[in-house]
């Protein structure tokens, strides 16, 4: 239920406020060559704290591996890591143990389990990803070395397109009134061969979806076209195959997101995550507390006003640990190899 | 690979020219009661065949159940059946053999395999859906015993928004230019208690998502506010949490979809999906056989020029499949019971 | 619950008198030719009624495959298949409906699921094993176009160790005495290469005994020296290492039965299966109906006074399925190949 | 590859002299109360130097638990824990980094990954158990609480059966001669309830089999009358059911081990494990190095001359871990509960 992956697999732990999140990624093949440094950048660009625009939260986000690696190069075994938690004021949560956040897992965890760790959202805080992180900067090395690279930026925020600058800029403005913004990040994988994905139960697009899908705040999952497509006559995404003058089969445009009937066919993928804003604004909100009575919330402390420029490394990390994992499982496929 | 689920897995097999399509569904609980008229009768609505929208193959999908019950109640043995295929001209395919229809899955399976069945578009057909109607119309039905409805329709065909009439009249237009048309499927499952759900690998909407993918032309998932919503302040989507007059929490606003952290809230869950426009149309389309031969390529035989209507018992028995499953899960989440 | 397998994986279904029993093979790689006789041979041998020495009940067990070919290749898709229940003389056991048969599975089956199909055992029937031994005599045809053979043997019956003629008296006299023996069968897997199984979870021998422990009626499973090795000294069971004339890495000696550290070293695969005697006997035995009202059991009808020759092509076909999927997963295990 | 378990399921990570070993325990249902004491006891079993009997190697075996509680009550989230390794002289190990050890996975694991952590046999060492042990610990308190035990304890030492002194008197002989010696435990659960295990791909048996064979030096696995009861008639090993005084049906005799079609039937279920003699000896032995140059091997440095002592609590854990999975599965077994 914590593990996301077929072959290469995470299965990650850790609550916010805990004394640490870390995961166990099984099914690495042994003789990769890992650079450590490109696996701590990853983390970097997760890691709160870094401009305005984020939150000021201060996590070190290092990752010590604990197991997997002689030297750089992975052994075949799982690798074990952990990220020591730090600068966990749980004092700041006291206000909020019984109270339900708005839009938040509170009250839904609440009725899961019975039992809840209230301190900074516990196991329901964007803290757990930074296992995913880790995860997903050891798939990208090793897809490097086939070629294939991975790429997510945003297109939308706070309703805004077009560039960086206005998509800050409704970040900015969200803040300074003391609310959130979402957006929309785009993810491009290129130099992923034809033939990875599964045709039902994987289909690579829905491997993608459901990777996507368990990053925090995510709403939405496209590809190709996506929902806009819908709205298309077959006459006008038909992706035309052609021969090009390698002798490979292409298609002359790309609707279908680089994806056909479940697997790869060679050309870029491409997909789009929706995110919602952040839930935890300093709007004063009405809720209840767990015994129903009301109350009225507003969030102090440290929050993003966008998860947006933090979840791009996330949605990279996702995309590199799903198609790995295809790539992968893809071994199996033919038997004659 | 070829299944779906956890708890409640179903795993098919088939292709749409062989002798039959089926399944084994594995993981149902012993002592639930099955209508199978009611089973029959969600097969009926995914047949193709039923009104000048759809395709006009006649299949007879008539499931033949052979294990898991005694008399119409589950043993809590695996349920193994089948459905013949029959009508299945396989020489109105034979120009088809070597040539990749564009926008078809021909070209990534024979990149994956090696090998492909040709015929009616071999296990990537829309046909391996009529399995999972199957899954779909049992898991329903338990549900239903426990006060929880599916329901799915259609919100935007071919671009068209509003009345059912206009939605068919850009199916009719689309056919008779030979052309074809997408559309965006809703689906609301009321009565979900809250609690269901995992938390990070099985969140509820990422598995919602999976399984929404999973069928055939789908091309967008989104719950709650989804793509739209991303484009909202945080203040405008707080769905505020009360305590209603049987002390229950409830929100006041459902932009969350009813999920809120992976796990169910109690509310309505609201799901859309978008597909894509059918790739087999009348016009002549430009291609390459597998050889890399220019060729081109005009549909003949019987094709559906829009997936929507078919596609809307399939949408609600992937919900009910990932909705039952999560809530058997969801019985290992507390330790006192 | 009822798939066994990681990559090569076989779902089964069927009661011993529903419609049919059968299966889906999931995972089975594209482009084996397999040939069909092979696979109704395989399933000939476990076939009742062939001897005296085994049950009378007339079983067609042919197999009709539905899905997954294409001529006599596999396609990489799924393959489903059944095998039609005939002879299912269900009025032979209305007398059986609610006494619970001793070391039988009704009881057990009761407390578990509230419910049971009591005709022939329902799914706790032997002859669930048919679709284990189509899925074993499919990756047995693999496994031989890489030179792997499985062969399995009676070593043990009702005591009697040493020629098939003692071990065949030992089960004609339990028959004419009502009674019944078990007995033990060896089973060697020779060929496998060095470097297949997992070391945790996956440990060949370990994969090995729960595939082995599937078979109704099995009781032990050991490899190796097994048994007998616990009461040797280390300097006795040394596999001393050594080059062959090939520069191969052998050991002098097998004491480990191919398998170290749950990875297989190259040499024979060696195992043995302890079978119990078959419980249904015509000596009249006590025991209880499902009210706790004492009664008095004496099997009529057709019954095997031993499993062990027909369990020698379950063996075999289970040994198949676990090093076919073991040889499969094995491909995941170096990045470079 | 590295999980055990269905729903309660363990993934453990380490190498014996890397920086720790830990693991990852997914699937615990909310609201246990666990004492650490009495899991550090557990520890405390399986850790080495604790008597003349067993390696001086000092491990302090002290797991640090990283998630998954609040306070010592369970959340429902993974328990992410780690055990340092220390004492860990990694120059003993200098003179094996390229010779393969006779009956050890030196060979084995170079054949699978091409790469290897010698150093006290990195992933194939022993010492990859203590998380297991871990999940044993609080499995077994939760088992507990519902008036489940397990017990182990050694049935044969060095082909020794008889008391205590006399095992501990092969142990020690041994010793004295550099050699060394394997032996057979017994394990029971006791209050185990009818019902649990899956009829076909998950039977009881098979699991505990599969448990119970992933422990190293682990060589066979019987269960009930097991081997020996390959050897006896039907007639003489009938367990004759009957009603006891509170009308719960029970069995006179117990020769199947509390399991009967691979469900248990609420009788002790009783299973035995074999175990091979420390393949690490004092006496020299000969074998080659990765290039196939002959040499010869005399261990030195701590190593147990029986795993036996220490295998016992591990045998505990297995068995805990197994019933405490399929206690937990079994909820799923009816739809009315």
Not at 174 to 198: Q, Y
Not at 319 to 336: E, G, H, M, P, V
Request: proline share 5%; aromatic share 6%.
């Amino acid at each position: 239920m914590n593990t996301i992956g077929t072959i290469y697999r995470i299965t990650t732990f850790g609550e916010s406020h805990g004394p640490a999140v870390g995961g166990v990624i099984d099914g690495v093949p042994a003789g990769i060559t890992i650079d450590f440094d490109a696996v701590a950048a990853q983390l970097a660009r997760r890691r709160p704290g870094q401009s305005a625009l984020t939150t000021a939260r201060n996590e070190s986000d290092a990752a010590e591996f604990l197991s997997g690696f002689l030297g750089n190069t992975t052994l075949g075994s799982p690798i074990g890591f952990i990220i020591r938690n730090s600068d966990t004021r749980s004092s700041d949560y006291d206000n909020m143990a019984r109270l339900y956040r708005p839009n938040h897992a509170d009250y839904s965890y609440d009725a899961k389990y019975g039992i809840r760790d209230h301190r900074g959202g516990g196991r329901s805080s964007a803290r757990v990803t930074a296992p995913l992180v880790v995860a997903g900067a050891i798939a990208r090395q090793a897809l490097e070395q086939r070629g294939i690279a991975v790429q997510a930026y945003p297109v939308e925020i706070g309703g805004t397109r077009g560039t960086i600058e206005d998509m800050e800029g409704a970040i900015t403005q969200a803040r300074r009134s003391g609310d959130s913004v979402g957006g929309i990040i785009e993810c491009v994988a290129s130099g992923v061969p034809a033939g990875i994905g599964e045709p039902i139960g994987g289909k690579l697009h829905a491997m993608l979806a459901s990777a996507m899908m368990s990053i925090n705040a995510a709403k939405g999952f496209e590809y190709g076209d996506g929902f806009a497509g819908a709205a298309a006559r077959g006459s006008e995404c038909a992706d035309l195959p052609y021969s090009d003058s390698d002798g490979r089969i292409r298609t002359r445009a790309n609707h279908s997101g680089g994806i056909q009937g479940g697997i790869s066919n060679g050309e870029d993928i491409v997909m789009r995550i929706a995110f919602k804003p952040v839930p935890t604004i300093a709007i004063p909100l009405e809720t209840v507390d767990s015994d129903g009575n009301a109350a009225t919330l507003a969030a102090r402390g440290r929050h993003d006003p966008c998860v947006i420029p933090r979840a791009v490394p996330i949605v990279e990390a996702m995309a590199a640990i799903t198609i790995f994992d295809a790539l992968l499982l893809n071994r199996c496929a033919k038997w004659n190899i």
